[in-house]
């Protein structure tokens, strides 16, 4: 044991924590994130570093399973204030450099910035028109959240889900900004548009720090059809219940850990897809931007028929709903703009404003909604 396990203390118990500490030598710890709960490589990783030392000292993280950084580095919160990338600077192979000073009594690091159950109540407290109920309880009898906006005629309703895969904490900031925008329209989606969200498909993996992406036996994303996991055929049910005015439904995901573009993953059943993404390539504002080049086309990059029990694909093929689909916001970066919690909430915002178009368009067009 070196000097440095006298003065600092790393760990991972908390919610969402994920590592596993081999060894502290000289000026540097081994840690590794833990995989053992699915069947390839993944990335995500999330501990807490106590100083007890009254000096500056500089330690270097190695992690002994692969280069488990994104594009902007690790992502650090000094003394529980708030989160900020260290960029790639601090980067050097499967390695990362701090400095820790007298002043940072702790430090928590992550793969990128943590949305947590604690994070959505704290949403939801500033957000009193959303109504929250428990969808079904998860295998370790978490309750699965049910959010519901109602509208004013309830004419349609749109579906939202992410966390299918336990680390994709991006997408609840962008779920935020879709929501937050959805209690402020005072048009066709207040009028005639009930949204209705589940923040968390797998809650338990994302309060246990999970990967969840290639989850063993499989990943709640391709469970659909499977239903081992008791959130993904409650979400089937409660789109099985609102057939007749079912508008969309988006499930958001993260993409890997070095990509850096937001895209749709298309399916062989197109939809309107291209009118809700011409809509978001119109209409949107924020920094984070979609520039309609990205998207992964069927049959390409892995996006095959192995897909078939993700959501997005079985709510197209057995609940005969075409309008399903699947959107990838990436961890750290968009087109070299860093992403953070407002901005991802912005693209959120950027998001429902597509909806809304997406929604007028099938008001003009139909008083039926068509479905396959
Ligand atoms: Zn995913």
């Known amino acids: 044991m070196s000097n440095l396990s006298q003065h600092l203390r790393i760990h991972a118990g908390f919610p969402g924590g994920n590592i596993i500490v081999e060894e502290y030598f000289a000026d540097a710890v081994k840690v590794r994130q833990d995989l053992s709960m699915c069947s390839s490589w993944w990335f995500w990783w999330y501990f807490e570093a106590e100083n007890l030392s009254d000096q500056p000292f500089t330690v270097r993280f190695v992690f002994t399973e692969g280069a488990p950084f994104g ?46 159950v604690p994070d959505l109540d704290s949403f939801l407290r500033d957000h009193p028109d959303i109504t929250r109920s428990v969808l079904t309880k998860s295998s370790e009898s978490r309750p699965v959240d049910l959010l519901h906006i109602p509208s004013k005629n309830g004419q349609f309703a749109v579906f939202l889900s992410t966390r299918h895969h336990a680390s994709e904490s ?21 009028d005639c548009v009930d949204f209705f969200a589940v923040p968390f498909m797998d809650v338990d993996g994302a309060e246990n720090g999970d990967q969840g992406k290639n989850r063993t036996p499989h990943d709640f994303n391709q469970d659909y059809g499977k239903f081992i996991y008791r959130s993904t055929a409650a979400y089937c049910e409660l789109i099985r219940r609102n057939h007749a005015r079912f508008l969309l439904s ?18 062989p059943i197109r939809g309107d897809l291209d009118l809700l993404r011409s809509a978001l390539y119109e209409t949107q504002h924020g920094q ?4 309609g080049k990205n998207d992964i086309s069927f049959g390409i990059e892995g996006n095959n028929d192995s897909d078939n029990n993700s959501c997005a694909r079985y709510i197209q093929s057995e609940l005969k709903q075409k309008n399903a689909f699947t959107l990838e916001i990436p961890y750290a970066e968009a087109h070299g ?36």
């Open 71 to 116: 594009t902007a580095g690790p992502c650090a919160n000094i003394n529980n204030t708030h989160w900020h990338w260290l960029g790639r600077e601090c980067v050097e192979n499967n390695t990362f450099e701090f400095k820790f000073t007298p002043e940072i009594k702790s430090c928590r690091f992550a793969f990128a910035i943590p949305y947590l």
């Open 170 to 190: 991006i997408a609840n900031f962008v779920l935020e900004g879709l929501l937050d925008c959805r209690c402020q329209n005072q048009g066709i989606l207040q």
């Open 250 to 267: 988006l499930d958001l995901h993260c993409p890997s850990h070095n990509q850096s573009t937001i895209f749709w993953v298309e399916s």
């Open 288 to 291: 984070l931007r979609y520039d």
């Open 337 to 372: 703009i860093r992403i953070n919690e407002n901005r991802a909430r912005l693209f959120g915002h950027d998001l429902c404003h597509a909806i809304e178009h997406f929604a007028s368009v099938y008001n003009k067009t139909s008083t039926n909604i068509p479905h396959n």
